[in-house]
């Protein structure tokens, strides 16, 4: 699946970015929150997320790099988020978070940076929906992929089948373009979100050019 990252959008020109994804043939909007404190930036919040799901069919997928997500998963649940995943290494207690996105009715992640152990997504994969590893170190866009990435999934995609979890979703968030999505997928990536790969240029082409990669 492929997930534009709206952080890349024009924003003074949002629904339209939104509207070329959806014609390119996007599978879900992925939105980054970061709160300055977990990442050294701020972006958006559960205000503009419910704007967003008011001018979209696409699913939206809340991304939640901050410190006590506890305290934003309500919100963004309210703001009609249908993907949450929150950072392994921004919660004491990651097992009450996923609870409390499923108590939403919601699709859990747990969200990994480059050099976290894998052991954290074992340990919570049982409760998850999805897995998001990172390809880049969290807080900015159009960073340089991290290879270390594919050794992290397959390994991952290996845990995942050999303990009858392969209903779990990988996500990979970071460097992601028309030139490695193919190798991406193929290590075992299930989603795939690109920010500058889409919003650099025409979306609408990018997302096509990049789903012909996957064929």
Known sequence: MIAPSLLSADFANLATE?????????????????DGHFVPNITIGPFIAETVKKNTA???DCHLM????????PKFAEAGADYISVHAEGTHHLHRSLMQIKGFGKKAGVALNPLTPLEFAFEAAEYCDYILLMSVNPGFGGQTFIDSFFRRVVALKD???NNDLG??????DGGVK?????????????ILVSGSGV??????????AIIAELQ
């Open 178 to 190: 028309k030139e490695n999505a193919r190798e991406i997928a193929e290590a075992g990536a299930d």
């Open 66 to 73: 901050v410190d006590n997500p506890d305290m934003f998963i």
């Open 18 to 34: 939104i509207k070329a994804c959806e014609k390119g043939g996007a599978d879900i909007l992925h939105f980054d929150v970061m």
């Open 199 to 208: 919003f650099n240029g025409n979306v609408e082409e990018n997302i096509k």
């Open 58 to 60: 696409l699913p939206l």
């Open 167 to 172: 209903h779990v979703l990988i996500e990979i």
């Open 159 to 161: 845990f995942l089948l």
